[in-house]
């Protein structure tokens, strides 16, 4: 993804679930095959530093989940857009033996995940802990954003937050945050959403208490970077580990930090008075 102006739009080709509950006798074999998404203000997956705005970059794809059962959906927009609509195809049935409470939800997943899963309250995915570096934004396809809805109108909200930082010190090329206390900062999560219908970490399924950005080819000096993790509270901060080809440094801030959902706090000069050593 790539940020551009984000406008809220609205979208066609509705299609309200049952919100009551319902008794069929036969099932109807049907087919999600469209639905179309938009980034609410706020919600960053590739962050400009200036801007902070996100839009659907060409072929993007996501998961697309309803009773449980999952399918790849592929944006169909040939240029940058705010509203992306996406094709795919999701087998469901329209009619149900079985009764069911409440509203029943489609929900949608960005970045697409083979492995990810949905038991119709919640998804389930992986934060990753290996992150490639790109300038100036969060690398594309890093950033968990999800989308709960009961029309085929989804409304993706970022489930992440994180630090960026700037390097003065040339020939960086890799940054290792871990937390101090053990929290986690990537990994294996389950998410739902709260009563202000926003994203919410349920579980915490597999724990990685440390992130690695790395940059084959060096983090240029005065650039921002950005670091994606889980939300969460560190009482007792981060401790940073950068590297070069043969020279390592340390920073350890040591007082309490917040990770909040769609925020990035900022380092200025990450390697400011640290020592390195071979």
Known sequence: MKINRILLAVLTSALLFPACTHKWEEEEESA???????????????????????SWMPAEKINLFFNGVSAKFTSTNTAIADVATFTGNLPIAVGYTNELQGPTYTWGLYPYNATATSDGASITSTLADQQTAAESTVANGLLMSVARSESYRLAFY???GGVRFKLATEGVTSVTMK????????????????????????EVVDSK??????CGSGFKTGVWYYIATLPCNLPNGVTFTMHTDSMTATRIIDRSLDVKRSIFGSIANLDEGVVWKK
């Open 209 to 214: 208490t440390e992130v690695t950005l790395t």
């Open 179 to 202: 937390s101090n206390g053990g929290e986690a900062l990537a990994g294996k999560v389950k998410i739902g959403f709260d009563e202000e219908n926003l994203p919410e970490i349920l």
């Open 32 to 54: 999600i095959t469209e639905v179309q998404a938009v980034f609410p203000t706020g919600t960053k997956t590739i962050l400009d530093s200036e801007t902070g705005n996100v």
């Open 158 to 160: 970022n489930v992440c």
